[in-house]
């Protein structure tokens, strides 16, 4: 079933104007964590130079991408099932990965599966942009976001809005280094990595 989720239709734009500037001119992108597949099939419309992999641990939402990509181009591959909690996720070398929406409501051990999996899977050199809300200093940068928090962690204490610094080391132990943190609408953040050294 093709499925459609107001989220994705409200920020594919403003992501994809940070893609557009970031992402290597030619390559492979790996989507983490796609969902819908709302994502994936636009922006391999707007970036038809890249080959696009989408990938979702939930089979209704791998159902959805499927159906998305039938009327995608031919740049967007055959989704995958991917926890990246698995020490092989079975795709090789990619230049590029984007992860949106995702370590904010998946136990925290995910979001050190994820880099883990970026440090293993992105060549050098490489980018990998972050997509969803996130502290500063431990700080949230709205109190929508403070609520957003707390509702999270009522529903399951492992979940919440993670702090950039957290995640930046994590990721420069994989030898991603935070380039960019762009401001996005409604409370959101990218965060821009860059992998230019060999762990």
């Known amino acids: 079933m ?3 989720w107001p989220a994705p239709e409200r920020n594919k734009a403003p992501i994809l104007d940070v893609l557009r500037r970031v992402l290597p001119v030619r390559g492979t992108l790996l989507e983490i964590a796609s969902g819908t597949g709302q994502h994936v099939s636009f922006f391999a419309e707007q970036l038809p130079q890249l080959r696009f992999v989408p990938s979702d641990i939930n089979l209704a939402n791998l159902e959805s991408i499927r159906a998305h990509r039938a009327e995608a181009g031919d740049n967007v591959l055959e989704p995958r099932e991917i926890d990246v ?3 092989d996720w079975a ?3 990619v230049e590029a990965i984007f992860c949106a929406n995702m370590i904010h409501i998946a136990p925290w051990t995910c979001t050190v599966g994820l880099i883990d999996g970026v440090g293993r899977n992105l060549t050098v050199p490489g980018v990998f942009v972050l997509y969803g809300p996130f502290k500063v200093g431990g700080q949230h940068t709205a109190a929508s976001n403070e609520d957003f928090d707390r509702t ?3 529903h399951d204490e492992t979940w919440g ?4 610094e957290a995640v930046a080391a994590l990721a ?3 030898g991603l280094l935070l380039d ?6 409604a409370n959101n953040q990218c965060l821009v990595f860059r ?3 060999a762990t």
């Open 172 to 174: 420069e132990a994989q």
């Open 161 to 164: 809005v993670r702090d950039v």
């Open 195 to 197: 992998r230019l050294l």
């Open 91 to 93: 795709v090789g070398k």
């Open 152 to 154: 999270l962690r009522a």
């Open 2 to 4: 093709k499925l459609s």
């Open 85 to 87: 909690r698995s020490s």
């Open 180 to 185: 960019e943190r762009v401001a996005m609408p």
